[in-house]
């Protein structure tokens, strides 16, 4: 995720690379997402870099820590059907 403030070095290649197979730049959090991290887990590793338009515009998120405890909820909920 790339905070407000500034993206670490490994998120700034990854902005440099653009998306491509195996990096999808979201620019927020939505369930869609739960999507793409399906498709990682069954076919191949991959990045979702939130806070990025797929143009590789930087827009940042708010709250990192309290986001990233949502999708980690909404990942172990997919389980649960």
Same mark, same amino acid.
């Given at each position: 995720?790339?905070?407000?403030?500034?993206?670490d070095m490994e998120v700034d290649l990854m902005i440099l690379e653009g998306e491509r197979r195996n990096i999808e730049y979201k620019q927020e959090y939505s369930k869609t997402i739960l999507k793409t991290v399906c498709a990682y887990a069954n076919f191949h590793d991959g990045n979702i870099v939130l806070g990025?338009? $797929? $143009? &590789?515009?930087?827009? &940042?998120?708010?709250?990192i820590d309290e986001l990233k405890l949502n999708i980690e909820d909404a990942i172990n909920n997919l389980s649960t059907y």
């Open positions: 995720m790339i905070s407000r403030n500034r993206p990025i338009k $797929d $143009d &590789g515009t930087i827009m &940042g998120v708010d709250r």
